[in-house]
């Protein structure tokens, strides 16, 4: 059989600064917007063979689609990111809201049907950095996760969510940097 697959990955993002001084502080906000499409067209297919005399011949049979199908996602991202700076300290938060649409194209010999699907949600995070002194600086954060359900999976199935935490440090020394996050 073969794998014949075709992929696409595009989109289009643009970004937008601004460094505004509000209630006493000085913001870096980040705003975003992006639009991807991606899809995965299979065309596979099944040939089928005799062996004779240690050879490998074609029975005379036609080749078998086994697989013909094509998995699309359009997606519309929006995002506003902050950054404020006070004494050593660096506060950034950000909330990102993503608008997925998914479809399943299905032609295979057994199936022959679409499957659409939509997902919106509001993914926000927080984080902290404290300049120690000029190589050694301590961070924390909380942000949510999210992975939307592919293409032509059972309504049942739920998107992946989580929270994450994270905590660690980073040193800078010239040209050597680590950082160690957990």
Do not use: C
């Amino acid at each position: 059989g073969n794998n014949d697959r075709e992929y696409v990955s595009q989109g289009v993002q643009f970004i937008a600064n601004w460094d505004p001084m509000l209630w006493g502080l000085g913001h870096e906000f980040e705003f975003g917007f992006r639009y991807h499409q991606d899809y995965i067209e299979r065309k596979h297919t099944t040939d089928s063979f005799l062996m004779s005399d240690g050879q490998l011949v074609t029975d005379g049979n036609a080749s078998v689609a086994t697989t013909t199908n094509k998995d699309s996602a359009d997606a519309i991202a929006l995002y506003i990111h902050d950054k404020v700076q006070v004494d050593g300290w660096t506060f950034t938060s950000g909330l990102r809201a993503e608008f997925i649409e998914t479809t399943r194209e299905d032609r295979s010999p057994a199936n022959n049907a679409d499957i659409d699907a939509e997902d919106a949600v509001v993914i926000p995070g927080l984080g902290v950095h404290y300049q120690i002194n000029d190589q050694l600086g301590l961070l924390a954060g909380i942000n949510k996760g999210f992975s939307p359900v592919g293409p032509g999976q059972d309504s049942d199935i739920d998107p992946e969510e989580s929270i994450n935490y994270e905590a660690g440090f980073r040193y800078y020394k010239g040209a050597f940097s680590t950082e160690l996050i957990g």
